[in-house]
């Protein structure tokens, strides 16, 4: 646990790279994306969300960006940037824990809310659109090949980035 002089100075220190009402927002999305994500996969009372956990991840999440920031000497941080160190972190962190039993689709919630983290920052799968049934099958192929790599390769916030990247720009070159 972080005493009190601990949480000021990185309070001060994070108060160098971003504003108070960043920090808030920043927590509330992630927070926010968490709650839907608990809401949708029926997660009550087999898992729960840690919120001393969460708060660590976010601030790995806030120091590593000022460091970003500090080094390629930017004033803000892109939002596929943002996810990726996002999803990196709960990965590791892991704020969903299992209340009891283990069923083994719940032994890799982290995984899957990190996998609905980047699939949200691109915009990339919609469960509610209709796809021919080629493209839809070649898409969960795709999606499970994801999945696989957040649960068994090491992950890190750049080959997250790369991965959103590699999705967006997939995703202009097949609209043209």
Known sequence: MMDKEQAKQLKEELNESFTDAYIRNAGVLIHKLAEQFYKENNLNGKIYFNDDIFNHCLIDILVDLARLKYFHDISRVNYVKFMAYTASWCLKRKPFQIIEGCKEELIYVNERFALTL??????????????????????????????????YRNTNPQTLELFLIGLENGKKMHSR
Do not use: N, T
Request: charged share 25%; glycine share 6%.
């Open 118 to 151: 980047l699939l949200q920052a691109v915009s990339c799968y919609d469960e509610k659109v209709y796809y021919c049934m080629e493209d839809h099958k070649e898409i969960l192929k795709g999606i499970g090949q994801i999945y696989y790599h957040l649960k």
